[in-house]
């Protein structure tokens, strides 16, 4: 099977195309440009297969979308385009199938980088944690400014969600700016060609530091403007590959601040003025969702807006009404008996200490449910998860882990989440390791008490929010 050619956004409507995996976060958004741009587009999908998530799939069909069982049935004529992650086995039916054809095969990176890099003005958000936030904020900010953008995200995003658009991941825009989050686990972001690259920061996850600061830096050195987290010693450090810069934080040297003193914060909002130390403006904001996390994203795509030549009032104006992203601290209700279910995409050392951040700003106990997003990332940073789940709780807070979420496939699952709660214990903290995911919630509906905050945390699992709402139902 050979890899298709780069492609113009002209030929690429004009391709037929077949994504394996097409529910995925990374997938279905990028089905949906393409479909928004004409092309003829088909897919399968484990997940509907396993019954998971049904009504996710049957709106993919009311759009037009041909399914198929994962069985190489949909993979009939040599034209088609197989888009498949590399992570994809060569035993999958559908690689199978494409092989036998001929047909040409790409990487879900490699397509979106060809959309990407053909726009006249293309911003990418990169960085270890915040992409997907900064990227729906940016991309709210943009639209309401009229620039009318294409917007890929790897979450749902609540501005964008109607009766005929539940699942909002993507946005078909014809103003000819394309924002997108990208990739660095893969290292794929070495594919994109950014006007304007945001760096949120570099810290440990799929890769080590060594790795991820040659990608990020080569990153800001491709870029015509970098923006970057004046907060994060890792990213200042790469700053001077860029051509150009605009940093945002809160300490003294970043140009996109917070006015001293300024930061008020409730259990839903954050509100701050914004200080813009190069011409000395200040214009007030208040953030449609909690924490300082977010205000730091806040501050990261205001100043790549105005990269981007939207005026810093009118995108504190437009960014004041943004909503946020499911499962990005997603309140999905408060119990008659007063404990509140919580469902965040918390799955790295770095979010999940900005999300319990955020909780203990608050009074009431945490009960901090975690599903490891895979075998091999539990083994990269195990013991800065643990670490963070065992310092930033307190005495009275309780972690429950369940076994890693997996789909199949052939990776090594010797080491698993209690290796994670014994090194919580480690460091003093409280801990339970309940192998089934159904029983931790039967565990958590015995622990709840009013007042108390469940947060569930993970990633790569559409699942994960029925469970949240399970739980809710439970207390």
């Known amino acids: 099977m050979t890899d298709a ?3 113009t956004p002209t030929d690429l409507a004009a391709r037929e195309w077949f994504f394996c995996g097409i529910g995925g976060s990374g997938m279905l958004p990028l089905a949906l440009i393409l479909r928004g741009m004409g092309a003829q587009v088909a897919g399968s999908d484990r997940s509907r297969d ?3 998530t049904p009504e996710k799939f049957a709106w993919l069909e009311s759009l037009g979308f041909k399914l198929f069982t994962q069985d190489g049935s949909g993979i009939s004529s040599a034209d088609q385009v197989l888009v498949a992650s590399a992570a994809v086995e060569d035993s999958v039916p559908e690689v199978v199938r494409a092989k036998a054809l001929g047909c040409a095969r790409m990487s879900r990176a490699q397509l979106l980088s060809a959309l990407f890099n053909a726009a006249p003005q293309g911003i990418a958000v990169g960085g270890t944690s915040g992409k997907s936030t900064v990227t729906g904020m940016i991309g709210w900010i943009l639209t309401e400014a009229g620039r009318d953008p294409t917007i890929m995200n790897g979450a749902v995003m609540k501005n964008f969600v109607a009766a005929d658009a539940p699942f909002a991941s993507a946005r078909v825009g014809a103003g000819g700016v394309f924002v997108s989050e990208v990739d660095e686990s893969d290292g794929s972001i070495a594919l994109y060609n950014p006007a304007i690259a945001v760096l949120n920061n570099v810290s440990l996850d799929h890769k080590s530091l060594e790795e991820l600061r040659e990608l990020f830096g080569d990153f800001l050195a491709r870029s015509e403007t970098a923006v970057v987290n004046a907060d994060d010693a890792e990213s200042m450090a790469l700053i001077g590959r860029a051509k150009a810069a605009i940093t945002f934080g809160f300490g003294a040297d970043a140009q ?11 259990a839903t909002t954050i509100s701050a003025r914004i200080a813009d130390r190069r011409n000395g403006e200040i214009h007030a904001l208040t953030l449609q969702m909690p924490g300082r996390h977010n205000l730091a994203n806040a ?8 990269a981007a030549g939207v005026a810093l009032d009118d995108a504190v104006k437009h960014l004041s009404t943004f909503t946020g992203l499911a499962r990005r601290f997603d309140i999905v209700g408060t119990s008659a008996s ?3 279910v919580i469902d965040d995409f918390g799955h790295n050392p770095e979010k999940v200490a900005a999300t319990l951040a955020t909780l203990k700003a608050h009074p009431g106990r945490v009960i901090a449910f975690f599903q490891p997003h895979g075998y091999g990332p539990l083994r990269q940073m195990g013991h800065e998860l643990a670490e963070v789940l065992a310092t930033r709780l307190g005495a009275d807070d309780i972690t429950i882990l369940c076994d890693p979420v997996y789909f199949g496939g052939t990776v090594d699952r010797s080491v698993g989440s209690e290796r994670i709660v014994e090194m919580i214990r480690q460091h003093g903290g409280n801990a339970e390791h309940i192998a089934a995911r159904d029983d931790c919630a039967n565990r958590i509906a015995v622990l709840t008490q009013p007042g108390d905050r469940v947060v569930v945390m993970g990633a790569r699992d559409d699942t994960l929010s029925l469970f949240a709402r399970d739980i809710l139902r439970r207390v």
């Open 50 to 52: 396993q019954g998971r």
């Open 256 to 266: 996109i601040s917070v006015e001293h003193g300024s930061i008020s914060e409730s």
């Open 338 to 340: 007063g404990v509140t």
């Open 5 to 7: 050619q780069p492609l």
């Open 299 to 306: 501050l990261a795509a205001l100043a790549a807006a105005n």
